[in-house]
């Protein structure tokens, strides 16, 4: 959970999205969900300097900067698209 949210985390700050001047860091409604096999299957540990930590850690930081970009690139072609109809 904490290579998640460390993940998550620097990707938000690197967009340095603000609100009033402020970066922000995530949002009320943010939410981590680990879903995996309890089989045995999976590795138990999955630290930073672990193999799986690290691609988890990838995983995450690029979807939400994804994620990210693509909230800013709608939330800007709304903001056009409301001016021009003003």
């Known amino acids: ?24 860091t995530g949002t009320g409604t943010d939410c981590i969900v680990v ?19 690290e691609a988890v850690g990838a995983a995450v930081y690029q979807a939400t900067r994804d994620g990210v970009e693509t909230w800013q690139r709608d939330r800007e072609t709304s903001f056009a698209h409301r001016t021009a109809r003003a």
């Open 35 to 53: 879903a995996a096999p309890t089989n045995g299957t999976v590795a138990q540990f999955a630290g930073l300097h672990t193999a799986l930590g």
């Open 1 to 24: 959970m904490s290579v998640v949210t460390q993940a998550r985390t620097t990707a938000i700050l690197e967009a340095d999205v603000q609100r009033d001047g402020v970066t922000l």
